[in-house]
């Protein structure tokens, strides 16, 4: 069932987005009945340790699950000023979405956030991440996708980052806070490849479609309760980023 919805997910996901009533109807209908359909977030303690803002912009790679609602949610972080859809994991050759999705490049769907650190640090991205974003005990998979481009991946792109995410994870699992074992890995060294046009800003440009309704705009409702000094309500998009820059 969940690679019938992974691979409904790859032959969607062109330049055109369109579905009949009925296949809606019978995507939406699975969708719900899938682990992922509007998941609660959990609210976590922040993290004890966190890295010194270092320049007016910093970076953090993240990779958890289908990257259309982890770009979707820090697009609505306040002190976010872009997050890109991309892969990270793998080779260039390899980072196109057709081949990611064999499972067999290295590569996971992942986001490449940029944010102000005098507005929000590195720990409090990897907070949110880790409350709202995805659920980070799911091994090589997140809700109804599975294999390893959907894992739960910190990219970190210095020592220091690497330091403060695995700190976090050890706080998190010592405190219990989630049912299971944190499964995310810390994979440092790793390129960032932005991914094709059609992917960026998905979740704003298609709200009704039923993936996204069903596993991804829940998340940014959880944002919204869990996070409201930092949730911004028009998102950060990649073409206005681009504008702006």
């Given at each position: 069932?969940?690679?019938?919805?992974s691979?409904?997910?790859?032959?969607?996901?062109?330049?055109?987005f369109?579905?009949?009533?009925?296949?809606?109807?019978?995507?939406?209908?699975w969708a719900?009945a899938?682990?992922?359909?509007?998941?609660?977030?959990?609210k976590?303690p922040?993290?004890?340790?966190?890295?010194?803002?270092?320049?007016?912009?910093?970076v953090?790679?993240?990779?958890?699950?289908?990257?259309?609602?982890?770009?979707?949610?820090?697009?609505?972080?306040?002190?976010?000023?872009?997050?890109?859809?991309?892969?990270?994991g793998?080779?260039?050759?390899?980072?196109?979405?057709?081949?990611?999705g064999?499972?067999?490049?290295g590569?996971?769907?992942?986001?490449?956030?940029?944010?102000?650190?005098?507005?929000?640090?590195?720990?409090?991205?990897?907070?949110?991440?880790?409350?709202?974003?995805?659920?980070p005990?799911?091994?090589?998979?997140?809700g109804?996708?599975t294999?390893?481009?959907?894992?739960?991946?910190?990219?970190?792109?210095?020592?220091?980052?690497?330091?403060?995410a695995?700190?976090?994870?050890?706080?998190?699992d010592?405190?219990k806070?989630?049912d299971?074992?944190?499964?995310?890995t810390?994979?440092?060294?790793?390129?960032?490849?932005?991914?094709?046009?059609?992917?960026?800003?998905?979740?704003t440009?298609?709200?009704?479609?039923?993936y996204?309704?069903?596993n991804?705009l829940?998340?940014?409702?959880n944002?919204?309760?869990?996070?409201p000094?930092?949730?911004?309500?028009?998102?950060?998009?990649?073409?206005?980023?681009?504008a702006?820059n």
């Amino acid at each position: 069932m969940t690679r019938e919805l992974s691979k409904a997910k790859r032959v969607a996901a062109g330049p055109v987005f369109w579905l009949s009533a009925a296949a809606a109807a019978a995507f939406g209908a699975w969708a719900l009945a899938t682990p992922s359909a509007a998941e609660e977030g959990i609210k976590i303690p922040a993290p004890v340790l966190d890295a010194p803002a270092q320049g007016n912009s910093e970076v953090a790679v993240l990779a958890g699950g289908c990257f259309w609602g982890v770009q979707g949610v820090f697009q609505h972080v306040e002190g976010v000023t872009n997050a890109v859809s991309g892969y990270a994991g793998g080779d260039k050759q390899t980072a196109q979405y057709n081949v990611v999705g064999s499972g067999a490049t290295g590569h996971a769907e992942a986001v490449k956030v940029t944010f102000d650190p005098s507005k929000i640090s590195y720990g409090r991205i990897l907070q949110v991440y880790f409350s709202v974003a995805h659920d980070p005990t799911q091994l090589n998979r997140q809700g109804p996708d599975t294999g390893t481009q959907y894992r739960s991946t910190i990219f970190p792109t210095d020592a220091e980052q690497a330091r403060v995410a695995k700190a976090y994870v050890a706080q998190l699992d010592k405190a219990k806070v989630f049912d299971a074992a944190i499964a995310t890995t810390i994979e440092p060294g790793r390129a960032f490849y932005k991914a094709e046009d059609y992917h960026q800003d998905f979740l704003t440009l298609n709200p009704t479609y039923p993936y996204i309704v069903y596993n991804d705009l829940p998340k940014i409702e959880n944002l919204k309760r869990l996070f409201p000094d930092r949730y911004r309500n028009d998102p950060m998009l990649v073409s206005e980023a681009k504008a702006s820059n």
